[in-house]
């Protein structure tokens, strides 16, 4: 499949192909867990230049929704990305603008569970990624509650109860994968416990 097909309509692969959503493992317990404070650093919590990323929701500039590009570099004073974008061009935006098209593993779904893929967008309007998958090509919608990101990568949080953490830049240190939890670094230094669906990368 063609990845710039699938960016197209990333509605109608979600249709195609659903994968329901699970509830994370673990069951209730609060949202985020606070761990220890470590002097903060922006330049461990922002994606490696020349990552490739999505542009997503933009407002003022919505005709660059969908676009593809690449990390130039990361502006902590500002909190936005520099991204290089495929055609030519240079776009300034926000983390949570962006989508990283990194590897995921899928768990929690029967005929998925334990499958590689890579992610090619997120809609944040139900909280699923378009993953294509390693050993089949095909692209699925999945929950965030069941994509298992890399220990390295480096996301924002959201929906937490702790509501000072909410949009915060992270990167993942460790995956308790019995509880569904990372441990993610944010840029305030602080290290938290969350659940797999409060984290987009």
């Keep these: ?27 209730g317990g609060a949202p985020g867990d606070l761990r220890r404070r470590k002097p903060a650093d922006d330049a461990p ?17 919505s005709e660059h929704n969908g676009k593809v ?7 902590a004073a500002r909190g936005r990305y520099d991204v290089r974008l495929e055609g030519g061009g240079l776009l300034a935006a926000r983390p949570q603008n962006l989508t990283q098209q990194c ?17 090619v967008s997120y809609d944040d309007r139900i909280g699923r990624y378009v993953v294509l998958m390693q050993d089949s090509s095909a692209a699925v919608s999945v929950p965030r509650q069941n994509c ?10 959201c929906e937490l109860s702790m509501e ?38």
């Design 45 to 61: 919590c922002a994606a490696p230049v020349g990552t490739p990323v999505v542009i997503r929701g933009l407002a003022k500039r």
């Design 1 to 27: 499949e063609d990845v710039k097909k699938i960016l197209e309509d990333p509605d109608a692969y979600a249709a195609a192909n659903p994968v329901a959503a699970a509830a994370p493992a673990g069951g």
């Design 103 to 119: 590897a995921v593993e899928v768990v929690g779904e029967p005929g998925l569970g334990g499958q590689r893929g890579d992610i």
């Design 164 to 201: 000072r953490f909410n949009g915060e830049m992270a990167r993942i240190t460790s995956v308790d994968r019995v509880a569904s939890r990372y441990t993610v670094r944010c840029r305030s230094g602080e290290e938290i416990k969350v659940k797999l669906d409060k984290v987009v990368c």
């Design 69 to 75: 590009g690449r990390v130039v570099s990361f502006d």
């Design 148 to 157: 298992l990101l890399r220990v390295g990568t480096c996301i924002y949080l």
